[in-house]
Nanobody, 124 residues
Framework: QVSLEESGGELVQPGGSLRLTCASS????????VAWFRQAPGKEREFVGA???????TTYGDSVKGRFIISRGSATTVYLQMNSLTPEDTAVYYC??????????????????WGQGTQVTVSS
């Protein structure tokens, strides 16, 4: 059983940056695809991006492409660097681990392991 925990969420001003951390109980960053999703109040869960286990290939959702970066800190840590934040980025951010194929990394149902989420609020 893989255990995941997100941290780093807080209140930030528009245009600011924030780094979220996904810490795992085992070598998740090398054994699984690690993805970030987010969910705003009243909206469906949205794919933010994912990091493949082999070679570190990343893929991103259209709404964050060019602003957010996913990276591997260690075998047990994955980061989500968020830049140029806007109020539309306000949401609970979740990390998840699974083994989807490359073309399906955006599908939340393919990830069996999830953290509890961390709140990111972008507001002045």
């Amino acid at each position: 059983q893989v255990s995941l925990e997100e941290s780093g969420g807080e209140l930030v001003q528009p245009g600011g940056s924030l780094r979220l951390t996904c810490a795992s109980s085992e070598r998740t960053a090398y054994n699984y695809v690690v993805a970030w999703f987010r969910q705003a109040p009243g909206k469906e869960r949205e794919f933010v991006g994912a990091l493949r286990r082999n070679g570190g290939h990343t893929t991103y959702g259209d709404s964050v492409k060019g602003r957010f970066i996913i990276s591997r800190g260690s075998a047990t840590t994955v980061y989500l660097q968020m830049n140029s934040l806007t109020p539309e980025d306000t949401a609970v951010y979740y990390c998840a681990a699974g083994t989807p194929i490359t073309g399906a990394m955006h599908m939340s149902r393919l990830y069996p392991y999830w953290g509890q989420g961390t709140q990111v609020t972008v507001s002045s």
